[in-house]
Each structure stands twice: as C-alpha cells, then as structure tokens.
C-alpha cells in the first residue's frame, strides 16, 4: 500500500485528539446531520467501514462527508483536506452532483444515488473471493475419494459455514449473491453424499433438498442435488422416490460424467425396487452417455461416473435381478478397466470385490466369494463407509441360507464379516467421541 494521504492522517488525529472512539465519530456525524441528510445516510455499520477506509486513505470522502466530518470536528473543510486534496475532491464529477453550488442544502437525489453508490462498493465479497471459494469446493469434491469419508465432511461443513455467513451478511451484490447460491448448492450436495456414508440419512436428505433449493434460487443446474438426493432416498429404502430423482437428475443434467451417474442411480434404485426393464433400459441409457461424456471425467469426484463406477452399478443391477454370471463379468469389466489406466478408488474397488463376492455365494461357490473379499478385509476402518458394508450385510443374509447350515467356509465368511462391519461402526464411535 502506498503512503498514507495527508488529509487522511489529519482526520484521524482530529479524531484522537478528542478521545472519540471511531463509533462515537459516526455517532456525532448522524446527530450532525440535517434532517433531509439524516434519512439518507447509510447504516452506521456502513459508515463506519466507510471511516476506516477514510482514515486509511483507502476512499476519499465525498460529498456530503466532506462537509459533515468537518461540522463534526469544528474545523474548516480546507483545514481538514488541505487545498490540493480538496480541490481534487470538489472536481470529482462523481461527487460534486451531491450539493447545489448555491444552496448548503443536502438533494435528497443525490442522497439517494449516494446511499447506493456506498452498497456497491461495500460488498462484503468479491469476485476473487467468490473464485477462492468455488476452487475450494472444487478440490474438495476431487478429494472425495482420497479422504475418509467423516474427515472431508468436516471440511465440508466447514467451507459451507463460511459461505453461509457471508450469504447471511447480505452485503453482497447480486451476482455474487447467485455465485455464493451455486456454491452453496456444491457444498450442501456434497456432505449429502457424506453423510448419507455415515448412516445419517435424516441430516442427509435436508442437506440434498437445500441444495437443489440453493441451485434453483442461483439458477444453476440441479443435477448434483438431485443425484444426492437420489442415493439418500436409496438408503432409506424409497427406492421409487431414488429412481424418480435421478431420472428427473437426468433429463436436465448437460452432457457430463454426472448424466453417466444418474442413469446408473436409476437403474440401481429401480433394480432393487424389482423393476429389472427399467433398469435394464436405464443402464443402456447410462452406456449412450458415456461414449459423449466420458473424456472430461477425473473419476474421483461425487459426480464421477468412470468405467469401474459404472460396472459396480451394472453389477449391482446384476444381482438383484438374480444374474450372478452376469455380476461376475460386470465386475471383469472395472478389473480390466483399471488395467487399462481408469483411476482407482478404494471404495469402488471394495464394492466391487464384494459384489463379485456376492455373486459366488449365490451360486454356490463359498471358495470363490472367500477369494474374492480377501484383498479387501484389512481396508482400514475409517473407509469402511455404508456402500461398502452393506454388500457384506448381503452376503451374510445369503450365507444364512439353508443349504450352507453346516459348512465351516460359511461360518468363517460370517465371522469375518461380522469383524469387518464391527470394527467400521467402533471407528464411527470413535470418530463422533473426538469430535
């Protein structure tokens, strides 16, 4: 910052020489004002940010503050400013409108176009800031996969907070009001998604809703909410509502990785709700978008939807649809597409593995499905999220059948699984008792 101006130093010393505080210095400039003046001035919240940027030097005080600090201070206006800054400040066409060069009297016009001039350039973010949130956002949502679920939901919640409180301030211009909306509606869809992970699907599908709220109110797109909100509803067993979110997700979500994933939501929610055609018709749809979508995916987002992602969700379909060969390829198919360079993620890996294993046990084959979640059974425990534990719920559902009772490989499986989801909930307690 450049050299403080004279005038600048000089309205702060006068200031101080009379022990005022700045906010007994706006108090005096409200009581010091004419009647007509008065009901025009800004809040003094307003006035004294504006103070402090006089003090500064940061903003020269136009008219009527001129005229107003040196009533105040009992002091001429050429005394206060000096003739150089003074004359600078008088020539300013923007600020010389505000008074009638015959008349001391205050244009309530002029007041007006003042009082607005003050708002705008007041915000209390600019669009640097809003850049810096949504880049934060924005590696947060690529960081997804990277962190335990219950670490990136605090630093969700965290950025969340922050933009809430500068959308509560109200200080804002418009546009940047709808910037911090569309940023807001990011935020709420991703600790959805989160917290939906860890069991809370009560706090999940108000966070979902608000965002599509958000998203509609910044006029952007709902896609993310909706999908969100498709995989809530998912866990709390609504699958017809899950199946009808993401197709309404669908059909307004652009040609992008998160057209791939709604698809695929459908046709999840739609298999377990017994409609095989419908989602059968939506895994086909999923398979058209990729081959539009597929080359701007990272695949490790919430709204990625890679290869192996879409395989998991074909293979899931698979299964409810009592097609087990048809998981097994399914689950060849991610294998081969990490083979062949798509990113790996622990939780799809996981998942895969286990509905592969899934697919085994329905067939009978209790070595099989023992080979196939082996790799898995040391994931460390705070990765250990709901779609990963569920498929082992299955499968011990399935390894309860009669035709196992008796068979020392079902009894190791159910051990093992009962291990494995204990030790997630402990890493839950653990986690909720530090927070």
Known sequence: MGEVPAWAVRL???????????????????????????????????????????????????????????????????????????????????????????????????????????????????????????????????????????????????????????????RQRLRHTRDLLRIEADLLAHSCILLGDLHDNTAAITHGMTAALCADEAGANQAAALSAQAKTERWRRRYAVSADLARKGFECSPPTPLRILLASQEANAAGLLGDIDRAREALTRAEKAANIARSDDSGVSPWSCPRPRQALYALSVALQAGAPEEAIQAARTAEAAWTSGDPWVYGTWAQIRFGAGNAYVMMGDLHGAADQIAPVMSMPPELRMATVTNYLVEMDARLRDQRFHGSDVASDLREQIREFNSAALSADQVAEEDG
């Open 12 to 170: 702060r010393d006068k200031r101080r020489e009379r022990d005022w505080l700045p906010k007994e210095m706006v108090r005096r400039l409200v009581d010091a004002a004419d009647e007509g003046m008065r009901a025009h001035l800004p809040t003094r919240e307003s006035l004294l940010r504006m103070l402090r940027m006089w003090e500064s030097g940061e903003r020269r005080p136009r008219d009527p503050y001129p005229r107003l600090l040196a009533r105040v201070l009992e002091i001429s206006e050429r005394e206060l400013f000096g003739d150089e800054a003074w004359s600078a400040v008088q020539a300013d066409p923007l600020t010389s409108v505000a008074v009638d060069s015959q008349s001391d009297d205050f244009s309530p016009l002029a007041a007006e176009a003042i009082d607005l001039a003050a708002w705008i350039e007041q915000s209390n973010v600019g669009q640097g800031t809003i850049e810096m949130l949504a880049e934060a956002s924005y590696v947060l949502a690529e960081n997804h996969t990277r962190v335990p679920p219950r670490r990136m939901l605090s630093d969700v919640i965290q950025l969340h907070r922050q933009v809430r409180s500068l959308l509560h301030g109200g």
